[in-house]
């Protein structure tokens, strides 16, 4: 079940969105990990999953980005603007995301509505884990994956709920590309 427009903008406190990449090209041997681009499969993996969202993202929903090639052009066939984030970088911190979030613990998140965040794994899998206050310190999120999270004050403290995990092998009725 996706979450509807208007459910998405009344009385939530923030939605937060995490777009891993698509799949990429392997880095050559001592190569620019930044420089990598996608794959054939990771650009119908990344219009898969941006037709996806645009059909569910709320207006004014605040798109950042790591400055990877490749989460750029993940990003790129979305067709909104974005912000390009040096915190984002794949060797980011957990507590880097949270910092740019301006996500307290006690607290919650201090910004308002929601936000696209287009990174990497680990950092992504480690937000997830931390923010649904699973056992395990990290979760798998497969590659050109969404994972929508909604935290709400509940009772004064911050709970973060899971809306919904989407793939692009199955957000489309074409489900001939299953690699």
Known sequence: MRPSREAVNE???MDLILWRHAEAEVAPEGGDDLS???TKKGE???MR???WLDRHLPEGTRVLVS???RTQQTVAPLGRKFKLRDELVPETSVEDVLHLLKWHPETGPQLKGPVLL???QPYLGELVAKLLGM???TCPVRKGGVWWLRTRLRDGQPQTVLLTVACPELTSSSWDDRS
Request: glycine content about 10%.
């Open 11 to 13: 009385g939530q406190t």
């Open 36 to 38: 990598r681009s996608l």
């Open 44 to 46: 119908r993996q990344a």
């Open 49 to 51: 999953m941006a037709a």
């Open 67 to 69: 400055p990877s090639r």
């Open 118 to 120: 287009v990174g990497h």
């Open 135 to 137: 056992h395990e310190h």
